[in-house]
Nanobody, 122 residues
Framework: VQLQASGGGLVQAGGSLRLSCAAS????????LGWFRQVPGKDRNFVAA????????YYADSVEGRFTISRDNAKNTVYLQMNSLKPEDTAVYYC????????????????WGQGTLVTVSS
């Protein structure tokens, strides 16, 4: 299973970015795909997740109302639309797939992408 995250970059506070995560590989299957973010020296934290079949969504409180996660099942791709970005959103964003029932912990996820850097300037 390979996960390719893209879409990161530099944006001013209040701006928007859309991240993409394309999943591929023989035997790929999962129950959900999630986004996490990490700044140097700190833990990797949950941002958002979506279930592949039902499309149920889950968000961290810090991004609720600003970020939207969506999926394109035909393309095995999940998107994270990030609006009203803040400097504290600056981090490396990782996507990951889950075969488990949990959604919020790094331990709920099995495969991880390489990460894409998002930098929000003030």
């Amino acid at each position: 299973v390979q996960l390719q995250a893209s879409g990161g970059g530099l944006v001013q506070a209040g701006g928007s970015l859309r991240l993409s995560c394309a999943a591929s590989g023989r035997g790929f299957s999962s129950l959900a795909l999630g986004w996490f973010r990490q700044v140097p020296g700190k833990d990797r934290n949950f941002v958002a997740a979506i279930s592949w079949s039902e499309g149920n969504t889950y968000y961290a409180d810090s991004v609720e109302g600003r970020f939207t996660i969506s999926r394109d099942n035909a393309k095995n791709t999940v998107y994270l639309q990030m609006n009203s970005l803040k400097p504290e959103d600056t981090a490396v964003y990782y996507c990951a797939t889950s075969l488990r029932s949990g959604r919020y912990s790094v331990d709920d996820y099995d495969y991880w992408g390489q990460g894409t850097l998002v930098t929000v300037s003030s």
